[in-house]
T-cell receptor, first 114, second 114 residues
Framework: AQSVTQPDIHITVSEGASLELRCNYS??????LFWYVQSPGQGLQLLLK??????LVQGIKGFEAEFKRSQSSFNLRKPSVHWSDAAEYFC????????????FGAGTILRVKS | NAGVTQTPKFQVLKTGQSMTLQCAQD?????MSWYRQDPGMGLRLIHY???????DQGEVPNGYNVSRSTTEDFPLRLLSAAPSQTSVYFC?????????????FGPGTRLTVT
C-alpha cells in the first residue's frame, strides 16, 4: 500500500525567507501527488498536484513542488514566505491501483516569524 | 456554486449518543468521501462512495455508517458515540473516472464526545 511521510511536524521560518517542506512517499509505480494547505479552522485547499509530465509543478500562492522519482520525494517550496502562509500543509498520494483513494501525510505546521 | 457544505460546524455529544453529520455538494461529483483528522495523524479515510447506492469502507470505518441515496448528499452516522471519535471530520468530493483527481473539501465538523 502507498504511504506518505512528512518528516517535519513543525517548521518555523522568518517572513521573507525561503521555505521547503519535505514529503516522501512509498509506492512502486508513478503516483499522483498533491499538496494541500489548511488554515486554522478551515478545510483543505489544493495548492498543486503532479500527475505526469514536467516534474516541477507550479501552484497557487507562489508555491512550487518538484517530483523526484529517484528520491521518492515531492517537496514543496516557496522562495519568500509571507505571514499569511502560516498554516498546516499536507502531502497526499493517490494511485489507480489503490482505487484512486488518497493517503495523507501527518502534516507539517508552518509558523512564520515577523 | 457552494461547493462542499457540512453541518454542523461544531457538536458536543455524550458517550452513547447518536448523530448524523451532513455533507452535500453541488458539483455533480460521483465520488464522495469522509475523513477524520487527528493531531499528528493527518487525514484518514472513513468511508467513501463512487456513486448513488454504492458505498465502501476506508481505513477507519468502525463505529460509522454511511449511505448514499442521492448524488448530492453523503451523511455520516455515529450510532453510539465514543470518546475515541472526538475529531474533526471532513467531507470531500471529486469527479469520478479512471484517473486520480483533485478532491474538494468541506469546512469540517469539529466533534467532541464526553
Amino acid at each position: 500500500a502507498q504511504s506518505v511521510t512528512q518528516p517535519d511536524i513543525h517548521i518555523t521560518v522568518s517572513e521573507g525567507a525561503s521555505l521547503e517542506l519535505r514529503c516522501n512517499y512509498s509506492y512502486g509505480a508513478t503516483p499522483y501527488l498533491f499538496w494541500y494547505v489548511q488554515s486554522p479552522g478551515q478545510g483543505l485547499q489544493l495548492l498543486l498536484k503532479y500527475f505526469s509530465g514536467d516534474t516541477l509543478v507550479q501552484g497557487i500562492k507562489g508555491f512550487e513542488a518538484e517530483f523526484k522519482r529517484s528520491q521518492s520525494s515531492f517537496n514543496l517550496r516557496k522562495p519568500s514566505v509571507h505571514w499569511s502562509d502560516a498554516a498546516e500543509y499536507f502531502c497526499a498520494v493517490g494511485a489507480k491501483e489503490y482505487g484512486n483513494k488518497l493517503v495523507f501525510g501527518a502534516g507539517t505546521i508552518l509558523r512564520v516569524k515577523s | 456554486n457552494a461547493g462542499v457544505t457540512q453541518t454542523p460546524k461544531f457538536q458536543v455529544l455524550k458517550t452513547g449518543q447518536s448523530m448524523t453529520l451532513q455533507c452535500a455538494q453541488d458539483m455533480n461529483h460521483e465520488y464522495m468521501s469522509w475523513y477524520r483528522q487527528d493531531p499528528g495523524m493527518g487525514l484518514r479515510l472513513i468511508h467513501y462512495s463512487v456513486g448513488a447506492g454504492i458505498t465502501d469502507q476506508g481505513e477507519v470505518p468502525n463505529g460509522y455508517n454511511v449511505s448514499r441515496s442521492t448524488t448530492e448528499d453523503f451523511p455520516l452516522r455515529l450510532l453510539s458515540a465514543a470518546p475515541s471519535q472526538t475529531s474533526v471530520y471532513f467531507c470531500a468530493s471529486r469527479t469520478s473516472g479512471t484517473g486520480v483527481y483533485e478532491q474538494y473539501f468541506g469546512p469540517g465538523t469539529r466533534l467532541t464526545v464526553t
